[in-house]
């Protein structure tokens, strides 16, 4: 049976990945891999982690990738970039890349030696563009944050599934499938706690925070394996410089 691993909220952690996926799970072609988004900031080595999910996605190892709210910071921060102009002060103030900032977008910018959004290559805008939402599996749905049950179509509220930190799971709009998310970092026994009664469990936490190395709980990568409910949990072992 083809391994099913979902992985969530990696935050430049570019070393802490590489030994998730080549030393502990050791994938191979036979794998399919499902990212939950949030690649990037926080961590230092984000133009690291998106070079190594390029190449990922060019082999020949199955992999989908999801949008998370910090890849949806990072194209507002350059989309309104690209549409300022100057006032007569040669003074123009970009607001989304203010907020990109303060949820750790400066770390990368800095990732790509800049400290200009526009400056990003385009070849890593185009790709998070086209980041899917979700992805719908026989038996689970795979989103960043969760979906709006209080809408009739749970998928039709694009914004609630990158930026919500309530996940409620109606099952009859859900179709009674497992939804797996990322996004709110929850303590790693919580986590663990949450596969002790699996065949009641409707929702599943993935992120530990894995930049949040240096707090009691938190600072680990999480991998899930959809067919068994096996979790291989990684350390961080990046560098976080604060």
Not at 39 to 67: A, M, P, Q, T, W
Not at 205 to 212: P, R
Not at 215 to 238: H, R, W
């Amino acid at each position: 049976m083809r391994r099913q691993w979902v992985i969530s909220d990696i935050h430049g952690c570019y070393k802490t990945l590489k030994t998730l996926l080549e030393d502990r799970i050791v994938v191979t072609d036979e794998d399919s891999l499902f990212f939950l988004g949030d690649y990037i900031d926080k961590g230092d080595n984000n133009k690291e982690v998106l070079d190594y999910l390029l190449n990922l996605e060019r082999s020949s190892i199955h992999c989908v990738f999801l949008r998370g709210n910090h890849e949806d910071y990072c194209l507002k921060a350059y989309d309104e970039e690209k549409e300022l102009i100057p006032d007569e002060c040669n003074f123009y103030s970009n607001v989304r890349l203010m907020e990109w900032f303060s949820h750790g977008g400066l770390k990368t910018l800095m990732s790509f030696n800049t400290q200009a959004v526009e400056k990003i290559p385009s070849l890593y805008i185009n790709w998070m563009r086209q980041l899917q939402y979700y992805i719908e599996l026989d038996k689970f749905l795979l989103v960043h944050a969760g979906f709006n049950c209080n809408m009739q179509d749970i998928f039709e509220d694009k914004n609630y599934m990158l930026y919500s930190k309530e996940c409620t799971v109606d099952k009859v709009k859900t179709k009674g499938k497992i939804v797996v998310h990322g996004h709110v970092p929850l303590k790693i026994n919580n986590i663990i706690s949450q596969f002790d009664q699996k065949e009641k469990c409707f929702n599943i936490y993935l992120d530990n925070g894995v930049y949040m190395k240096d707090i009691i709980g938190f600072g680990n990568l999480i991998a899930l394996e959809l067919n068994t409910f096996e979790i291989v949990i990684q350390p961080c072992i990046d560098k976080i410089v604060d």
